[in-house]
Protein backbone atom coordinates (compact mmCIF):
# COMPACT_ATOMS: atom_id res chain seq x y z
CA UNK A 1 0.00 0.00 0.00
CA UNK A 2 1.63 3.45 -1.13
CA UNK A 3 0.64 6.63 1.14
CA UNK A 4 2.07 9.81 2.39
CA UNK A 5 2.79 9.94 6.15
CA UNK A 6 3.72 12.73 8.58
CA UNK A 7 5.11 13.49 11.85
CA UNK A 8 6.01 16.18 13.79
CA UNK A 9 9.05 16.95 15.05
CA UNK A 10 11.11 19.05 18.02
CA UNK A 11 14.49 20.13 17.41
CA UNK A 12 16.63 20.71 20.31
CA UNK A 13 19.13 23.05 18.57
CA UNK A 14 20.41 24.39 15.30
CA UNK A 15 22.48 22.16 12.28
CA UNK A 16 22.55 19.51 10.09
CA UNK A 17 19.97 16.71 10.89
CA UNK A 18 19.12 13.58 9.39
CA UNK A 19 16.47 10.74 9.52
CA UNK A 20 16.63 6.90 9.06
CA UNK A 21 13.58 5.33 8.21
CA UNK A 22 12.51 1.68 7.88
CA UNK A 23 9.88 0.90 5.21
CA UNK A 24 7.94 -2.34 5.25
CA UNK A 25 7.57 -4.37 1.96
CA UNK A 26 4.56 -6.70 0.79
CA UNK A 27 7.29 -9.37 0.78
CA UNK A 28 7.91 -8.69 4.71
CA UNK A 29 11.40 -7.82 4.14
CA UNK A 30 12.65 -3.92 4.73
CA UNK A 31 13.85 -0.59 2.77
CA UNK A 32 15.71 1.65 4.71
CA UNK A 33 16.26 5.34 3.75
CA UNK A 34 18.33 7.93 5.07
CA UNK A 35 18.13 11.70 3.67
CA UNK A 36 20.02 14.81 5.38
CA UNK A 37 17.98 18.10 5.88
CA UNK A 38 19.55 21.54 8.06
CA UNK A 39 17.24 23.06 10.79
CA UNK A 40 18.14 26.70 11.01
CA UNK A 41 17.71 28.78 14.54
CA UNK A 42 14.60 30.74 12.79
CA UNK A 43 12.57 30.10 10.12
CA UNK A 44 12.71 32.28 7.07
CA UNK A 45 9.21 31.99 6.04
CA UNK A 46 6.61 34.06 8.03
CA UNK A 47 6.04 31.49 11.31
CA UNK A 48 2.86 31.40 13.20
CA UNK A 49 2.30 34.21 14.95
CA UNK A 50 3.85 36.54 12.99
CA UNK A 51 2.37 39.19 10.53
CA UNK A 52 1.75 37.65 6.68
CA UNK A 53 3.39 39.84 4.06
CA UNK A 54 1.28 42.55 2.13
CA UNK A 55 3.26 41.60 -1.07
CA UNK A 56 1.58 42.96 -4.41
CA UNK A 57 0.72 39.48 -6.61
CA UNK A 58 -0.23 39.86 -9.63
CA UNK A 59 -4.03 39.74 -9.90
CA UNK A 60 -6.27 39.27 -13.30
CA UNK A 61 -6.23 43.23 -13.31
CA UNK A 62 -2.71 42.77 -14.60
CA UNK A 63 -2.69 40.64 -17.03
CA UNK A 64 -4.23 39.61 -20.63
CA UNK A 65 -5.20 36.25 -19.78
CA UNK A 66 -5.11 33.18 -16.52
CA UNK A 67 -2.41 31.82 -18.47
CA UNK A 68 -0.13 34.56 -17.03
CA UNK A 69 -0.99 33.70 -13.64
CA UNK A 70 -1.00 29.84 -13.52
CA UNK A 71 0.61 26.63 -14.93
CA UNK A 72 -2.58 24.80 -14.26
CA UNK A 73 -4.73 23.76 -17.10
CA UNK A 74 -7.88 25.34 -16.25
CA UNK A 75 -7.38 28.11 -13.00
CA UNK A 76 -10.03 29.15 -11.19
CA UNK A 77 -10.45 32.91 -11.73
CA UNK A 78 -11.74 32.96 -8.29
CA UNK A 79 -8.24 33.13 -7.07
CA UNK A 80 -6.16 35.57 -8.81
CA UNK A 81 -9.15 38.03 -8.34
CA UNK A 82 -7.32 39.79 -5.30
CA UNK A 83 -3.60 40.38 -4.47
CA UNK A 84 -1.87 39.49 -0.90
CA UNK A 85 -1.84 43.08 -0.42
CA UNK A 86 -5.32 43.39 -1.01
CA UNK A 87 -6.29 40.41 0.88
CA UNK A 88 -4.76 41.01 3.90
CA UNK A 89 -5.88 44.26 4.70
CA UNK A 90 -9.66 43.22 3.99
CA UNK A 91 -10.05 42.22 7.49
CA UNK A 92 -10.98 38.62 6.42
CA UNK A 93 -9.11 35.31 6.68
CA UNK A 94 -6.93 34.22 4.20
CA UNK A 95 -6.07 31.07 2.35
CA UNK A 96 -2.79 31.49 0.17
CA UNK A 97 -1.07 28.71 -2.06
CA UNK A 98 2.39 28.79 -3.15
CA UNK A 99 2.35 26.04 -5.98
CA UNK A 100 2.79 25.12 -9.68
CA UNK A 101 0.04 22.81 -10.36
CA UNK A 102 1.73 21.38 -14.19
CA UNK A 103 4.92 21.02 -12.63
CA UNK A 104 3.96 18.85 -9.56
CA UNK A 105 6.34 15.54 -10.23
CA UNK A 106 6.01 13.94 -6.76
CA UNK A 107 3.21 12.84 -4.23
CA UNK A 108 4.27 15.28 -1.78
CA UNK A 109 3.47 18.28 -4.35
CA UNK A 110 -0.09 17.02 -5.03
CA UNK A 111 -3.18 18.73 -6.39
CA UNK A 112 -3.23 21.66 -3.59
CA UNK A 113 -4.67 24.17 -6.27
CA UNK A 114 -7.53 21.95 -6.20
CA UNK A 115 -7.82 21.44 -2.69
CA UNK A 116 -7.93 25.36 -2.65
CA UNK A 117 -10.48 25.68 -5.17
CA UNK A 118 -12.59 23.36 -3.41
CA UNK A 119 -12.70 25.47 -0.43
CA UNK A 120 -13.19 28.63 -1.92
CA UNK A 121 -16.08 27.54 -3.27
CA UNK A 122 -17.35 26.45 0.01
CA UNK A 123 -16.10 29.48 1.94
CA UNK A 124 -15.92 32.01 -0.51
CA UNK A 125 -18.27 34.41 1.55
CA UNK A 126 -16.41 34.30 4.88
CA UNK A 127 -12.32 34.14 3.60
CA UNK A 128 -10.29 35.27 0.44
CA UNK A 129 -8.34 33.12 -1.04
CA UNK A 130 -5.40 33.34 -3.44
CA UNK A 131 -3.34 31.23 -5.90
CA UNK A 132 0.32 32.37 -6.50
CA UNK A 133 2.34 30.25 -9.18
CA UNK A 134 6.19 29.36 -8.52
CA UNK A 135 6.91 30.92 -11.69
CA UNK A 136 6.38 34.28 -13.02
CA UNK A 137 5.72 33.38 -16.64
CA UNK A 138 3.93 30.33 -16.46
CA UNK A 139 2.49 30.38 -19.93
CA UNK A 140 6.18 30.82 -21.52
CA UNK A 141 7.46 27.65 -19.86
CA UNK A 142 5.22 25.11 -22.08
CA UNK A 143 6.73 22.39 -20.32
CA UNK A 144 10.17 23.75 -20.96
CA UNK A 145 11.47 25.00 -17.22
CA UNK A 146 14.75 25.90 -18.45
CA UNK A 147 12.69 29.04 -19.64
CA UNK A 148 11.19 29.47 -16.10
CA UNK A 149 11.24 32.59 -13.61
CA UNK A 150 10.59 32.40 -10.13
CA UNK A 151 8.66 34.31 -8.55
CA UNK A 152 10.03 37.29 -6.77
CA UNK A 153 7.74 36.68 -4.04
CA UNK A 154 9.44 34.05 -3.03
CA UNK A 155 12.38 35.30 -1.97
CA UNK A 156 10.23 37.95 0.07
CA UNK A 157 8.23 35.65 1.64
CA UNK A 158 11.61 33.15 2.04
CA UNK A 159 10.20 30.24 0.65
CA UNK A 160 13.07 27.39 -0.25
CA UNK A 161 11.26 24.68 -1.76
CA UNK A 162 8.15 23.67 -4.54
CA UNK A 163 4.64 24.42 -1.99
CA UNK A 164 3.69 26.14 1.00
CA UNK A 165 0.02 26.91 2.29
CA UNK A 166 -0.87 29.64 4.86
CA UNK A 167 -3.60 30.53 6.65
CA UNK A 168 -3.63 34.16 7.78
CA UNK A 169 -6.35 35.86 10.33
CA UNK A 170 -8.48 38.37 9.62
CA UNK A 171 -5.86 40.79 11.45
CA UNK A 172 -3.33 39.70 8.93
CA UNK A 173 -1.22 37.30 11.79
CA UNK A 174 -0.69 34.03 10.15
CA UNK A 175 -2.39 31.12 11.54
CA UNK A 176 -0.81 28.13 10.50
CA UNK A 177 1.40 27.20 7.42
CA UNK A 178 2.23 23.67 5.54
CA UNK A 179 5.50 22.64 3.65
CA UNK A 180 4.46 20.45 0.90
CA UNK A 181 1.05 19.19 0.04
CA UNK A 182 -1.60 19.51 2.48
CA UNK A 183 -5.36 17.28 2.52
CA UNK A 184 -8.60 18.94 2.04
CA UNK A 185 -9.62 17.95 5.56
CA UNK A 186 -6.75 19.58 7.50
CA UNK A 187 -6.44 22.66 5.43
CA UNK A 188 -10.25 22.69 6.19
CA UNK A 189 -9.78 22.02 9.78
CA UNK A 190 -6.82 24.95 10.59
CA UNK A 191 -9.39 27.33 8.32
CA UNK A 192 -12.30 26.41 10.53
CA UNK A 193 -10.36 27.66 13.87
CA UNK A 194 -9.59 30.90 12.38
CA UNK A 195 -13.10 31.50 11.29
CA UNK A 196 -14.40 30.11 14.94
CA UNK A 197 -12.22 32.34 16.41
CA UNK A 198 -13.46 35.37 14.68
CA UNK A 199 -17.05 34.46 15.74
CA UNK A 200 -16.00 34.19 18.90
CA UNK A 201 -14.10 37.20 19.51
CA UNK A 202 -16.79 39.18 17.65
CA UNK A 203 -16.83 41.58 14.64
CA UNK A 204 -13.63 42.87 14.01
CA UNK A 205 -11.56 40.95 16.44
CA UNK A 206 -10.83 37.80 15.18
CA UNK A 207 -7.83 35.88 17.20
CA UNK A 208 -6.71 32.79 17.76
CA UNK A 209 -3.24 30.99 16.53
CA UNK A 210 -3.65 27.31 15.26
CA UNK A 211 -0.78 24.94 14.77
CA UNK A 212 1.78 25.02 12.47
CA UNK A 213 3.99 22.26 10.52
Keep these: MRGIHS????FDRAGAWGLEVSLPRSDGSTVQISFSFPVREQTRAP???QPALRSHSRTLRDVDSLAELSTGREPEPALYELS???AIVQSRPLVVVFASPAVCTNALCGPQVEVLSELAAR???RANFIH???YENPHEIRGDLDRAVWTPI???WGLETDEWIFVVDARGIVAARFEAFVTREELEAALLRVLEAGVADGPGQPAGVSSQR
Design 123 to 125: YGE
Design 7 to 10: IELT
Design 84 to 86: LSE
Design 132 to 134: IDL
Design 154 to 156: LAE
Design 47 to 49: AVG
